[in-house]
């Protein structure tokens, strides 16, 4: 285990944090306190999904991953999901980055491009910020596997040579501003797919889904556990955990 993460109780604290030898490192006894936190808000996201999406292929079969970011869009916690969706998540998130330098409350963001993160077009994401009054924390990010993304087959599984035969293909687009969805680019979306209002449940499930994670940071606990100079720490730490397990 990294020594970040060891006990020093001779060591003088910050308010979380332990000094020695001129570095600042991360309390363990605070690091789990974030850590479950912003796991705990991952895991409500999975749940908030569950209970609202339309299709089986979510209600049931669960095909879903759930992700919290922060504001360079790498990963600080996830939900009990697919890691074939997570591995990519946060590139996905990096390309709404990069396509919208400037985001404000209410925006969401949606997009199924592979060559920006994604994986095959099925599976959409769907991109919110959080924010604790002007100051942005980081984002949520939901991805699903929708039952039809259009194509010449239903279920948009058809044997296709190139990507222009597998569906519609959705690169980074503003879906919400202020809070309130864009009609022209859901009339879009939705006159491409099958069955558009079980496709438009499950949008709104996802996108009830990010915002609840928002709501679990966007209070002076959720500020102070991530987003503060106090929790800056946090996330570097819980990555070098991740990292470290993963070589294990």
Not at 65 to 94: E, K
Not at 138 to 156: E, K, L, M, N, Y
Not at 210 to 236: M, S, T, V
């Amino acid at each position: 285990m990294p020594d970040t993460l060891l006990p020093h109780h001779s060591l003088p604290r910050e308010r979380g944090r332990i000094r020695e030898g001129g570095r600042t490192k991360t309390d363990p006894a605070r690091f789990e306190v974030v850590k479950n936190a912003l796991y705990s808000a991952a895991e409500e996201m999975k749940i908030v999904l569950a209970k609202t999406a339309y299709s089986p292929l979510l209600k049931v079969a669960g095909d879903y991953s759930c992700g919290i970011f922060d504001g360079a869009g790498d990963m600080v916690a996830q939900g009990p999901d697919l890691p074939i969706h997570l591995g990519s998540m946060p590139d996905a998130v990096r390309a709404v980055i990069a396509t919208f330098p400037e985001v404000e409350p209410g925006d969401v963001f949606i997009h199924n491009d592979p060559y920006h993160g994604g994986s095959h077009l099925p599976d959409v994401n769907v991109v919110a910020p959080a924010f604790f009054g002007d100051r942005l924390l980081g984002f949520g990010c939901v991805r699903a596997h929708w039952p039809d993304i259009g194509s010449a087959t239903p279920g948009s599984y058809g044997a296709v040579t190139e990507i222009y035969g597998e569906g519609l293909r959705m690169p980074p687009v503003r879906l919400y501003r202020n809070g309130q969805p864009d009609p022209d680019i859901e009339r879009l979306i939705f006159a491409n797919v099958r069955t558009p209002t079980e496709r438009q449940g499950d949008l709104r499930a996802q996108v009830a889904a990010n915002r609840r994670g928002a709501q679990r940071l966007d209070n002076e606990r959720g500020a102070r556990l991530f987003g503060d100079d106090d929790a800056g720490g946090i996330a570097p730490a819980a990555r070098r955990r991740g990292e470290l397990y993963g070589c294990l």
